[in-house]
């Protein structure tokens, strides 16, 4: 009977009117979301993507290559932690509309808690793990190569420390995750370039410019402007859909049955080359729905853990493998993941959140220019 009403009340039949589409404007107007727990869930996915690599091969097949999404979860949980920041990144420069805020509270986001990992697996981790003499290790430019070549975020990043994890059942990165950090980046500089020129305040200039570069990057993949290397373009096109659905927020829905109608459209689209592009709505589907049609979940009001443990997930399971390489992959996660929590809450109570505070900064130093300048010309 409930289903009869609701689609009664859909057709604007007599029940009642029609029922209007809860959409992405919607759930930003209620001022509560689940994306913490998210990008938590996102970062928590990803330690377990590696593991079976970090552990040298062995153990289970990942569940969603299994289930036959073509994508392994470590790909997956970046492209959510992309279209959620597309989303927010879009909608922070179009609440500051001016760049030299935007661009300062987006290097005090990404920046200190990354320098002080580099920092820290460089002259901490790696000291603890190399095989080298310390006097040798330290005495290495590569130990600072690592650091001041890694704080670029260039598209050539170091992932190696001599005589780290060289034993490891696997690889001797020390750092796999960064690889992401330098595409971020990057897609800040189109959120700025696009806020500035005023393209990203008008909706329809927007949606040109994305299905602009959405055809350049179909036809002409090397020759996307900022996206230096294939690797990155995936986590553009998951980037420019969560900017897409921040600019189109009026008009993109929000709710399960979204998500199970774009899922089943994926599914039929399974061996065909649409399949990617697909499955990305779904993605993005399931991400807002999460955020906004489930049940609220405040439970991380303490902070925002995932971008420490994303930072740290990948060099506590290589410090797990080099302390217990025989170990499958259930307990390098077991082990590697509370080690990388406990640091990622470090990180956010002593790096990320006194700088984020910092935001402020620019204005207030405008704010005093300007009553230097009266006074001057107050005095003149």
Known sequence: MRVKEWL????GGRHGPVRRIATVADGLAGGRDNFLLLRLLAA???IYGHAPAITGG????????WMGWGSYSGDLAVDVFFVVSGFMIAGSYLRRRHLLDFLWARLLRISPAYIVCLAGTA??????????????????????RYVSKNIQLGKGLVFTLPGVFTDNPKLAFVNGSIWTLPAEVRMYLWVALAGVLGILSRRWSCNLLLAALFVCGWLAPAH?????????LRLAGCFALGVFCFVNRERVPVGWWWVAVLAVL???LHATPLYPFAFALALAAFVFAFGYASPWLGCLRFGDYSYGLYLWGYPMQQLVA???PRWAPAGNILLAWPLAMLLAVLSWHLVERPALRLKSLPDAMQAKARGMFARIRTDG
Do not use: M
């Open 8 to 11: 009664s009340g859909l057709r």
């Open 44 to 46: 928590s996915l990803v």
């Open 58 to 65: 062995q153990g289970w097949p990942d569940v969603f290559v």
């Open 123 to 144: 002259f901490v981790l790696g000291a603890a793990c190399t095989s080298l003499p310390l006097h040798d290790y330290y005495g290495s430019h590569e130990v600072v």
């Open 266 to 268: 994926a599914w039929l």
């Open 224 to 232: 996307v402007p900022l996206v230096p290397l294939a690797s990155f």
């Open 322 to 324: 080099h302390f217990a």
